[in-house]
């Protein structure tokens, strides 16, 4: 009996030692201005990319810099994009030309030489965490 509950200590001891809990993301959206309406967030792996399962966020805008955090996140890759719904419909608008007529963010944005990819926008979070800082481009006028 001894022998079983000392194994079972032991089983116990390894498995908490092998879960240890991730970091936090911490992602940081300058230049956001107190528009009406959400601004709607999503993290995503390779494999949530442009897909369902992405860790979506609305978050309230106010004017400055809106820091949106991902607890316990599990070191690894990932994509980060945000439109501000202005008008509230779920969807980016698009003006005219085609291009965005709301708020908007993607990971690596500078980076970009045509539609985004995964593999363009992603960046790596490892497991202590960490911070990174994406700016919000607005273009057409409130």
Not at 4 to 21: K, N, V
Request: glycine share 10%.
């Amino acid at each position: 009996m001894k022998t079983f509950i000392a194994s079972l200590t032991l089983a116990a001891g390894l498995a908490c030692a092998g879960a240890a809990s991730a970091g936090d993301l911490v992602v940081e959206l300058t230049g956001v201005e107190a528009r009406p309406g959400k601004l709607f967030v999503t993290l995503d792996t390779k494999d949530t990319f442009f897909r369902q399962g992405g860790r979506l966020q609305q978050v309230d805008p106010k004017a400055g810099t809106v820091k949106v955090v991902y607890k316990d996140l599990p070191a690894g890759e990932y994509s980060f994009m945000l439109f501000h719904d202005e008008n509230q419909d779920g969807k980016m608008a698009m003006s005219p030309t085609g291009m965005p007529a709301e708020g908007w963010a993607l990971s690596n944005a500078d980076k970009l030489m045509g539609p985004p990819t995964f593999e363009v926008m992603k960046f790596t979070v490892p497991a202590e965490g960490t911070t990174v800082v994406v700016p919000v481009i607005y273009s057409a006028a409130p």
